[in-house]
């Protein structure tokens, strides 16, 4: 039998502890599962770092990990948000998403057809946010010592010359806007893991941003801060914003875009959306001026259609994030203190 | 007591799900943990993406993930393993290693003194290195879904222009020299997971290669190739030295320096030095012209007074590694086939 198959790995269909030794099992990896979905100039070329020429401007680097549990979930799985994610993380310092590296922890035991799904997911990612998966890397662990697959991702872009978009930048009378809906995400992922089928509507909004950013920074050149507000959702990326810039930012609660399906199953789990990861939207704080014409440009895109322009920035309570209820109240929105959602992304 | 206490994270002496939440608690553990050993004006802004300016020549670009158990070993630990690797990623390519990014994925549990410990390791590692830990990721798993700790480090560096240094390079006449011992990572790593107790003067030979590579460039700026003999040992980076460039590459074994204690732990437990990792050695291959300069320089580093002409390539048998034993004899060493030792890095 062995001597008939002229390749070991087809003796395989989970990953083995030598497809991570570096020999020729880890070729064959290479050669069988990650090649044929990310092939691209720069990474074809194999050898221990990518190379490439630097563009006008600035480099921009970022990194993140992603340990989503369950690894495929309504909208997406662990392979695209971890491209759509970098690429965001990018695009909100104001830069132009480039080049991404990969470095996969695999769990002894993974299915190869898992793993293949979830590579091409990221060349499918890849390819439609413009970015080439330049390096990676494949480490094997035991089973039982790591939950079927981490990813990382770290990305590399470059900011134009003169372009300054920092959540240092806030100035009061700025208008913050939202690309969209807040929670699909985390209640995508949560419903699906508590096995709440009759919230199956909801659906990750994990999606590259970069085009409709690109977009919005013509229509509003002098768009001071934007953010992705992924872990700890829209109240601690308003929190982080506010601390950076020592500014207060008050919120209109009614002009919060909510899915009524998300709103249901948070209230159900006693979850606020507010402190929920989102993984396809984007706060972006404008100066007034500009507010308008970037709203526009928002709404016209794909992943902008339900954008509003939820707050502005205040001179009052510094560092404080308020919030205007519909009753016309007004309370704090705190800094979340720690974990409701693990492994979200 | 919860009153009295003015930090939440001064009540965990471990790391908790909340630690990887974006929250209050995620921020307390940068502030507390990794900015005081980490902290630098690119760390400093704490935006999304680390923002810096580009060097003359091309971007090179590189990432790996450690998982290397135990996580202290002998001569390191996991945290200057991460950098060191990741830097010399970089220098073998020909690159100046500037800018690291940092992705931790913790266990659940895992003592804060241990991740002090490594996060000081690296900060050390990196200083020593000069290169810049430019940005970071966390994430918190559930107890018994990873194994204690994971480390993404990705890297940046600037290719001087009209530098080539490529495993593609190798032409027949070239000498291949390797700048140390063989085999002491690996055996290190392996000595102690197996009690070999009085193997114990086995150190791990981690440690960042820049400095001596960039001096070796000086003295045979003709250097056709590099590579860090790591996962695989110089077997596996020697044959795919051999491949890239189509040629032959013929060793002395009576040349190879391998510690004695490395040699009898080795043959006590059926491994061939030669397929076994190193964290602090470099292969180069070198115009036969360039080799004694070349030569001269790694003696003269503390990671090069071992340094040794190991072998030479050749039009035979392209693909190839042949090595002549010392009773006059050939042999080939092939490609290792898989997994001998698991979590090494």
Redesign the interface.
Known sequence: MQLSCPS?ILQHETV????????????ELTARVFMPHLNNPVLD??????????EPG??????????VTPVFFPGGNIGDLAVNGTVN??A??G?MPR?L?????LEEGLPLVDLERIVRSMAEAARKSGVVI????T????K????RI?I?T????F?PPGRDV??RNLLSGDAVLLSGTIGDHGMAILTTREGLSFQSRIQSDSAALNGMIADVLQAAPNLHAM??P???GVA?TLNELAA?SSVGIELDEGALPVREEVRGAAELLGIDPL?V?NEGKVLLVVPAAEADAALVVLRAHEHGSEAAIIGEVVDEHPGMVVIRTSLGSRRILD?????????IC
């Open positions: 070991p083995q502890m030598a497809h991570g030794a570096g020999g020729r099992l880890s070729q070329q194999l050898d221990d770092q990518a190379r490439f020429d630097a600035r480099i921009a680097f970022t990194t993140d990990t992603y340990v993380d990018l909100v310092g830069a080049y590296s990969a470095g996969f922890v330049a390096c990676g890397d480490k094997v662990v035991q039982g010592q790591c939950d981490f990382n770290s990305g590399v872009g900011i920092s959540c953010r992705d992924t872990r700890g601690a950076s402190t990861a800094m979340p203190l720690g974990e409701q959602l693990p492994r």
